[in-house]
């Protein structure tokens, strides 16, 4: 088991994008130096309590202050950008990171982020994804091609004697890893991720969801030809650690993470109806509350206690590899919830090492 932290950033709006910045930046040091194995931030222009609109921002300011943590946009919305220009700028990350880089893709979610495009029809969103990743690994290839698609034109110019030379464009190492995130099941966006061999990434989802998933997943990728196995796999879950349970409780409901469920995550959760891939077992989701919540739903407590709730996840589940931790605003006192982060790798993730996710 590793773990990474996942800045969507749920943020309350009242925070001004400088102070934004500085936490998300200041948290990448906190993970890389607490031994965390990848840091993901989050892409949405128009949602206030997600407020990075341009995740490589926070990560090339994190590339040039961290040393060991993987820097992951989670994840650039294709549609909404030009894929030529994505790919030459996503190159250019890989390098300033040496390497240290996943690159996370989807379709977006959000319809605000769509119309400020002037999308008011988003079913095409899937199949703009396949089109610009088509385009980008044509320029991550620094080949002349020319492509004029049913969204984009694009190209890779030829050389020509007399003119300017070009730059290399190509990534560091020669590829980019590529990951895409599904919730709802079955997941179409888990389900090309697996034709491609990508790397898979369950939100919001219990473990009977995250189940579903994976089978989704390994399903497209072997009839693909693609080996894979669970430890591929990143799953979302809320956790807080603390010396005893007690203690993980209190900074849990009554800091950054229960804010953030109590004021924009559990509502917007109910309005939509979004919380039957995420609770399991009760009559009425509607009742669901904090203390429901901290008790079933996140993985609050000690490190025995942690360790304990994640292997019974594990087992129930099928397994998965990193427990992808979305990151809250504890700006206004931050030693207990970067204490939780050095606990994760230090005390929880040793407990979870005998207990390798399967192989199929």
């Not at 996943?102 to 969103?125: C, E, Q």
């Not at 979305?326 to 050095?342: D, I, T, V």
């Amino acid at each position: 088991m590793k773990f990474a932290l996942f800045q969507s950033p749920h943020t309350p709006p009242e925070r001004t994008p400088r102070e934004v910045y500085d936490w998300v930046v200041g948290q990448a040091v906190v993970a890389d130096q607490a031994g965390l194995t990848e840091y993901w931030v989050g892409e949405h222009a128009t949602v206030a309590w997600e407020p990075v609109p341009n995740p490589e921002i926070i990560l090339a300011a994190a590339a040039a202050r961290t040393e060991r943590i993987k820097l992951c946009p989670g994840a650039h919305l294709l549609p909404y950008h030009h894929p030529a220009s994505l790919a030459v700028q996503v190159s250019w990350l890989t390098h300033l990171a040496e390497g240290r880089y996943i690159l996370g893709v989807g379709a977006g979610a959000y319809p605000s982020d769509a119309a400020l495009r002037g999308l008011t029809d988003m079913r095409g969103n899937h199949d703009m994804v396949v089109e610009a990743l088509e385009i980008m690994e044509k320029v991550w290839a620094a080949e002349p091609f020319h492509h004029e698609g049913k969204f984009w034109k694009a190209g890779y110019p030829q050389t020509k004697e007399g003119q300017l030379p070009l730059r290399d464009v190509r990534p560091y190492g020669g590829k980019v890893e590529i990951a895409m995130a599904g919730t709802s099941s079955p997941s179409k966006s888990l389900a090309f991720a697996g034709s491609r061999g990508y790397i898979p990434l369950s939100v919001f989802s219990g473990n009977e969801r995250v189940a579903q998933h994976w089978a989704t997943f390994s399903e497209a990728a072997e009839a693909a030809g693609h080996t894979v196995d669970r430890s591929m796999l990143r799953v979302q879950r809320d956790v807080f650690v603390a010396e005893t349970d007690k203690e993980a409780r209190k900074w849990a409901i009554e800091g950054g993470l229960g804010y953030a469920w109590s004021r924009i995550l559990l509502p917007h959760f109910k309005r939509l109806g979004l919380l039957d891939g995420l609770v399991q077992g009760v009559a009425d989701p509607l009742s669901v509350d904090l203390d429901y919540l901290a008790d079933h739903v996140w993985i609050v407590g000690s490190p025995d206690t942690v360790a304990e709730k994640l292997a019974a996840c594990l087992e129930e589940s099928g397994g998965w590899g990193t427990t992808l931790v979305p990151g809250h605003n504890y700006a206004a006192n931050p030693e207990p919830w970067n204490e939780s982060l050095r606990l994760m790798a230090a005390e929880v993730a040793p407990r979870l090492r005998k207990l390798a996710p399967a192989a199929d």
